[in-house]
């Protein structure tokens, strides 16, 4: 069973950066895709990027080129970049595998880009 805990979120301004961690409590190292979520207040939870185990990464149209995603086995750990923000980034952020699994939501964390 693996447990996935986010952290890392806060209050940025627009053009801000933020880096997201997520730290699992068991063994990340079989599960070949992992990927990071996110659910904006009145909208549908959307996949925002993802990293196989050998490193290849896919990313949504609204965040190609401004967050990047690793992730790091040895230590249990997917990180996520986010750097030139915007207000419509503003969202709780989950870390999960992808396709994902019901009983891995964490608690996410509050991204807020506000000025």
């Known amino acids: 069973q693996v447990q996935l805990v986010e952290s890392g979120g806060g209050l940025v301004q627009p053009g801000g950066s933020l880096r997201l961690s997520c730290a699992a409590s068991?063994?990340?190292?079989?599960?070949?895709?992992m990927g990071w979520y996110r659910r904006a207040p009145g909208k549908q939870r959307e996949l925002v990027a993802s990293?196989?185990?050998?490193?290849?990464?896919n990313y949504a149209d609204s965040v190609k080129g401004r967050f990047a995603i690793s992730r790091d086995n040895s230590k249990n750990t997917v990180y996520l970049q986010m750097n030139s923000l915007k207000p419509e980034d503003t969202a709780v952020y989950y870390c999960?595998?992808?396709?994902?699994?019901?009983?891995?939501w964490g608690q996410g964390t509050q991204v807020t880009v506000s000025s």
């Open positions: 999960n595998t992808v396709p994902y699994r019901n009983n891995y």
């Open positions: 990293i196989t185990s050998g490193g290849a990464t």
């Open positions: 068991g063994s990340i190292f079989r599960i070949n895709v």
